[in-house]
């Protein structure tokens, strides 16, 4: 009887050990997840949303404001997609701090269809649909088709004019130049529209040099109707013809 009283209490005393150390560890748990609370946030990456809207957009809740659970969430779990995000990184960059790193979805224009912006990439396949068009990124006209279809190719009759779109809207970007929409003909001419003013851009031939020139006439355009003629601007020839619109 004393043995087994004797071995009950052993048991006890070990079951009160191992419960005070799970105990001692969801504390420490506890204490460690709450001054993990997020404090400063780093972002990079991001141009189609401000860091304020991806802060919002990625730490939308009570859990997502701990760094560690959020690390977690983007490392080991599935995500909620984030329209025009590719993908999201949390880097741990101390107690309370974290980095954010945006990859966002590779666009260079949309179409409009049924009532609704519909985005392709360079290939012309189209990756996100909105109701409203984004900040900075520019509308394509003149595509020809007959239905879209999400995560499709845009069933147009010459695909050469996704590299032509492409061209284009990478060298206007890296002038910081975003004309209202951009229109395309069957030739894979451009025509850019700003306001009231149309500017007959012509193929991509000496691309570089339109482009530049351009630049320094956007602000002369603002206001203004009519159509401004860059079709055969290159090196040799830099003879730019503005028509006034008839009133």
């Not at 224009?109 to 396949?125: I, Q, W």
């Not at 003149?142 to 779109?165: D, H, M, N, S």
Request: charged share 25%.
């Amino acid at each position: 009887m004393a043995a087994k009283n004797k071995k009950q209490s052993f048991l006890l005393k070990k079951l009160i050990i191992i419960l005070s150390v799970l105990l001692a560890l969801v504390l420490t748990g506890v204490i460690l997840f709450f001054m993990n609370h997020i404090t400063q946030v780093e972002i990079d990456g991001n141009n189609f949303y401000t860091d304020e809207q991806i802060k919002e957009l990625v730490i939308n809740g009570e859990l997502e404001e701990n760094a560690w659970y959020l690390y977690w969430k983007y490392k080991y779990s599935e995500p909620p997609a984030i329209p025009f995000i590719d993908k999201v990184e949390v880097e741990l960059a101390g107690r309370g701090s974290i980095k954010l790193h945006i990859y966002e979805k590779s666009i260079v224009g949309y179409v409009e269809y049924l009532g609704k912006c519909m985005y392709f990439d360079k290939d012309g396949t189209v990756v996100e649909t909105s109701a409203e068009p984004m900040e900075g990124i520019p509308r394509i006209t003149g595509l020809r088709f007959e239905r879209i279809t999400l995560y499709e190719k845009l069933p147009v009759g010459k695909e050469e004019v996704f590299q032509a779109i492409l061209n284009l809207t990478k060298e206007l970007k890296k002038n910081q130049i975003m004309p209202d929409k951009i229109q395309f003909n069957d030739e894979l001419e451009a025509i850019l529209y700003f306001g009231q003013a149309q500017v007959l851009f012509g193929t991509d031939s000496s691309l570089n040099e339109k482009v530049a020139r351009l630049k320094a006439l956007v602000p002369q355009l603002e206001g203004r109707s009519g159509v401004l003629h860059m079709e055969e601007v290159d090196e040799d020839n830099r003879n730019i013809i503005f028509r006034q619109a008839e009133e």
